[in-house]
C-alpha cells in the first residue's frame, strides 16, 4: 500500500513540474483557431484570400448588376408605370419557362396556376380578394411595379426575384392573362 502512495506522490510532484513550463514559450493548444483569431483589415485593399471585406459603397452609386428602378411606390406613379414601363426583354420560350419556374416558386400559392387568383392560400381562405387576371386592367408597366413594391396584401418580390426574373415573371403572367381571356 506504501508503494502506491509514493508512487502516487511522485506522480503528482511530476505533473506539477512539467505544468509549470516556461511562460514565454507557446504551450500546445488544442484548437488554436479558437484562442488566436486572425485579424483582418476590413476596410483593406487584401482583405480576405485578396478580397476586400466589408466594403462600404459610395454614397449615389449602385451596385453591379442592378438597375435602378425609377418610379416610387406612390399610386400616381403606378399608373405612370403602366402607361410608359415597357420590357427590355424578348418574348421567347426561355423567358417564358424561367418566368414560370419563377411564378412557380412566388406567385402560384395565391394567385393559381391560371392566374385565377384560386391559389392553395385563397382555396384555405387566408387570404380573399385575390385578383383575377382576367378582370384586371394591366399592361406589363404595373405588373412589374407591383412585383417591385407590391399591392393591397401583395408585399414585395423586388428583393427576391432579379431584373431580368422580373420581367420574364411579367411576360408569364401576360401569357396567362392571354390565356384567361379566350
Not at 512539467?18 to 483582418?40: A, I
Not at 483593406?44 to 416610387?72: D, F, L, Q, S
Request: charged content about 25%; aromatic content about 8%.
Amino acid at each position: 500500500m506504501k508503494k502506491y502512495i509514493k508512487f502516487s506522490i511522485v506522480l503528482l510532484i511530476a505533473a506539477t513540474m512539467t505544468s509549470c513550463g516556461d511562460k514565454r514559450k507557446p504551450q500546445v493548444q488544442y484548437m488554436p483557431d479558437m484562442y488566436v483569431s486572425v485579424p483582418y483589415n476590413t476596410n483593406g485593399a487584401a482583405g480576405i484570400n485578396g478580397k476586400p471585406v466589408n466594403m462600404k459603397p459610395v454614397a449615389g452609386t449602385i451596385a453591379r448588376g442592378n438597375v435602378p428602378y425609377e418610379y416610387a411606390d406612390t399610386n400616381a406613379e403606378y399608373e405612370r408605370a403602366k402607361l410608359e414601363l415597357k420590357s427590355p426583354l424578348e418574348t421567347n420560350e426561355a423567358n417564358l419557362e424561367n418566368g414560370k419556374k419563377m411564378y412557380d416558386i412566388y406567385c402560384i400559392s395565391c394567385h393559381g396556376k391560371k392566374g385565377d387568383g384560386n391559389g392553395v392560400l385563397s382555396q384555405r381562405e387566408k387570404f380573399e380578394g385575390i385578383p383575377n387576371y382576367k378582370d384586371r386592367d394591366i399592361t406589363e408597366g404595373n405588373i412589374y411595379h407591383v412585383i417591385m413594391y407590391g399591392k393591397g396584401l401583395m408585399g414585395s418580390h423586388a428583393s427576391q426575384l432579379t431584373d431580368k426574373e422580373r420581367w420574364q415573371v411579367v411576360q408569364y403572367v401576360e401569357k396567362l392573362r392571354n390565356d384567361l381571356l379566350k
